[in-house]
């Protein structure tokens, strides 16, 4: 996932000395648009960081100086634009367009870090600025976007003669710029911009309301369990993390386990213990909307009311079809007609599995009726007797750190040429992290990246892309970008060891990060990641297909204990378990979309129905068995369209994931793994930002258009698979 602060706006991050054989102060320019920057702000963002690409000086950062810092770049970058604005001279494209480019520098430097930290990191201080700031935040986008004396310059840049003979990406900034204020209201009237940034800001102050309260909820509602013996079927090392967890949390001689974000939990396929599972369950689906100081279906309702007001007042039908101005896919209808055509064959697939299931509960003596605590658990059942494939056998090859360096980094040196060094010394804000300079194939130092796997209480579930720094030749900056991951810390002493699905997120989030590291774009606003939802997610879901090479899986699924290679009789049973589940894997996301697109084409008086009923009647829309399947994730909890960007974006996974194995046909169709094929990506789309439409970014790479059978091949979901 791309964060709002990174691959979120889909939502990603590096002093003195040689980089590269270059000069810091070579790379970077701190050139604000005009000299009316606040001279008053003296803090530790008034100046580019001296760490390696301006990397974050996390240390020298005190909880007191994020909030002077933020109102002192908003206060900067509102002058600068202000003085766009009242430029007297000719409007141009480089005194209107390039110049609102170079604005914002303080405010993008002590954002950038802030919003990482209250995502990862956070703490009652940070989410009181966050709280702050944010309203404010969204004040500035709006004195930018609906400023009619900005407009004007900008519309009359687009409509001259000298506008229209651009090319490239001169002219896809132009056309991006122009498009953004219309959408953002810049042609409402007066009256209509008074009533929008009454809206904007009360939208601004609930979705952050939303994300502290749900992080918070998700830490608070971490079950409690009296016994080992109710988590039998856990690990040794499992449950000693959970008495941790229990005892750092106030209830020595207890066990908790942490919740994660998604509806499905990864312990109820081990655990063994009905009661245990359904306690596991409840605490899960209920986080929030259990009418207590968590629950969030208030705010829910709130959202969904104003945005869909804000679309009419915008003059789109419905908060989908606004949102989706700029996408590949461009209307709601279309999305929903896309996922549609997969429910059949996932519903027969549902339905195939869960009869499977049933019988394996009742071998395994269990009488009452297969529940979604319970599908999960027997899925892991089938899967070892069927498949003879076990998640405990698997785990010991994936060492975390291993895996990053093994496996992550070696397929991109294999495929790009990339090289990666630790860097002790570039200070980081937690101590489980790690800090590495990225070295291009030529050997020229490309990037800094932060990689922060752990799960904590205080961080948000998930993971996520993050810039601290974007690219940009304007700005004279490199990429400094960070991962962040939420794999289960182990106990001490015990070694972190991730799941498969664990792993898979590995790769995928490393794909934004190349996305990322790749960026070669002039502007900052066309930069790496910074593309349409329906396209940002297609890099990551791309990347996840280099965890199953052979030989990359040779390099770095070893034995933690003894060295050993993962055998190859265990590959081949990874690789036909492969499309098993797939009423679970796809059926929760396709259903979690398809609840998106439905909660964002309310009008605003049906936004006003009781949550829960409403997603009740749209799950039941969907075609799908959600009563034994619900969605990855419901409504009181769903933070990708609540808070992070994603809102009717959801069906960006299914699309991508499209895009991403009609990709990867090609790649195997074109000798697999190899330099040349890396190139070739890089060139074509990895590399390219939002220089040219998203159409024929993919277009370029495969050579047509998207097609999406090797996605139904690859989900055991084509005609003749069986």
Not at 103 to 116: M, S
Not at 287 to 294: L, Q
Request: aromatic share 10%; proline share 5%.
């Amino acid at each position: 996932m791309k964060t709002r602060f990174m691959v979120a706006a889909a939502p990603l991050v590096l002093g003195a000395g040689l980089i590269g054989g270059l000069p810091v102060t070579a790379l970077a320019k701190d050139k604000p648009a005009s000299a009316a920057t606040p001279a008053a702000y003296a803090g530790p963002f008034a100046h580019p960081s001296t760490l390696p690409f301006h990397a974050p000086d996390f240390p020298a950062y005190k909880d007191s100086d994020w909030q002077p810092a933020i109102e002192a770049g908003i206060a900067a970058k509102r002058a600068e634009i202000k003085a766009i604005a009242a430029n007297k001279t000719k409007p141009t494209f480089d005194n209107t367009i390039v110049a609102m480019e170079r604005a914002g520098t303080l405010f993008d430097r002590a954002y950038n870090v802030f919003g990482q930290l209250t995502s990862a990191n956070t703490s009652d201080a940070l989410d009181a600025i966050d709280t702050a700031v944010s309203p404010q935040v969204s004040a500035l986008n709006d004195d930018i976007y609906l400023d009619e004396t900005l407009f004007a310059r900008v519309k009359a840049v687009h409509d001259s003669a000298a506008g229209k003979a651009l090319s490239g990406e001169d002219a896809m900034l132009l056309a991006t710029t122009y498009d953004k204020f219309v959408h953002r209201g810049a042609l409402l009237s007066a009256a209509q911009k008074v009533e929008l940034k009454a809206m904007n800001l009360e939208i601004a102050k609930l979705e952050t309301a939303f994300s502290q309260k749900l992080t918070t909820a998700t830490a608070a509602k971490a079950p409690i369990f009296d016994t080992a013996a109710q988590l039998a079927g856990l690990s040794d090392a499992e449950i000693a993390a959970a008495a941790k967890l229990a005892g750092e949390k106030g209830h020595p001689g207890k066990y908790m386990l942490a919740l994660g974000n998604t509806t499905q939990q990864a312990a109820l396929t081990s655990l063994t213990n009905r009661a245990s599972r359904k306690a596991l369950w409840d605490a899960s689906v209920n986080r929030t909307s259990g009418g207590d100081e968590y629950d969030t279906t208030a705010m829910v309702t709130q959202l969904a009311t104003l945005r869909a007001k804000k679309a009419r007042l915008l003059g789109a039908p419905d908060f989908a079809t606004y949102q989706m101005y700029d996408r590949m896919v461009k209307t709601p209808a279309q999305a929903m007609e896309f996922m549609k055509g997969f429910v059949p064959a996932l519903h027969a697939t549902q339905d195939r599995e869960a009869g499977m299931l049933e019988a394996a509960a009742k071998a395994d003596g269990q009488t009452e009726a297969l529940a979604p605590w319970d599908w999960s658990f027997y899925a892991e059942k089938v899967r070892k007797a069927k498949y003879d494939l076990d998640e405990n056998q698997i785990k010991p090859y994936f060492e975390v750190w291993r895996t990053l360096e093994d496996g992550v980094f070696y397929a991109a040196n294999q495929t790009y040429g990339l090289t990666f060094k630790r860097r002790t010394d570039l200070p980081v804000y937690h101590p489980t992290m790690r800090a590495y300079e990225v070295f291009d194939a030529d050997g020229k130092s490309l990037a800094i990246f932060y990689y922060d796997p752990f799960a904590r209480s205080n961080k948000k579930g998930g993971a996520w892309m993050n810039n601290f720094v974007e690219q940009s030749y304007l700005l004279g900056e490199k990429p400094v970008v960070s991962n962040t991951l939420n794999i289960a810390l182990p106990a001490d002493g015990e070694p972190a060891l991730a799941s498969f699905d664990d792993v898979e997120t590995m790769f995928h989030e490393f794909g934004h990060a190349l996305h990322g590291f790749f960026a070669s774009q002039k502007y900052p606003s066309l930069s790496g990641t910074n593309t349409a939802r329906d396209f940002v997610e297609f890099p990551s879901q791309f990347n996840e297909n280099f965890a199953t090479i052979p030989s990359v899986l040779n390099h770095y699924a070893k034995h933690y204990q003894t060295g050993a290679t993962i055998p190859a009789e265990l590959i081949a049973k990874i690789e036909a378990a492969k499309t098993f589940n797939q009423g679970l894997g796809l059926g929760e996301t396709l259903s979690a979309a398809m609840l998106d697109i439905q909660w964002h084409q309310l009008s605003p008086e049906e936004a006003a129905q009781p949550p829960m009923a409403f997603e009740a009647k749209a799950l039941a829309a969907t075609g799908l068995n959600t009563d034994l399947i619900p969605p990855r994730y419901k409504t009181p909890y769903f933070r990708h369209i609540w808070d992070n960007g994603y809102a009717s974006g959801y069906y960006s996974y299914i699309w991508t994931e499209m895009l991403a194995h009609d990709g990867w046909d090609w790649v195997e169709k074109h000798g697999g793994m190899t330099r040349a094929n890396g190139d070739h990506i890089r060139k074509s789309f990895l590399g390219q930002g939002h220089t040219k439409d998203f159409e024929v970014l993919f277009h370029d790479f495969t050579g047509h258009d998207p097609q999406v059978e090797p996605m139904l091949e690859a989900r055991g979901l084509a005609p003749t698979a069986k």
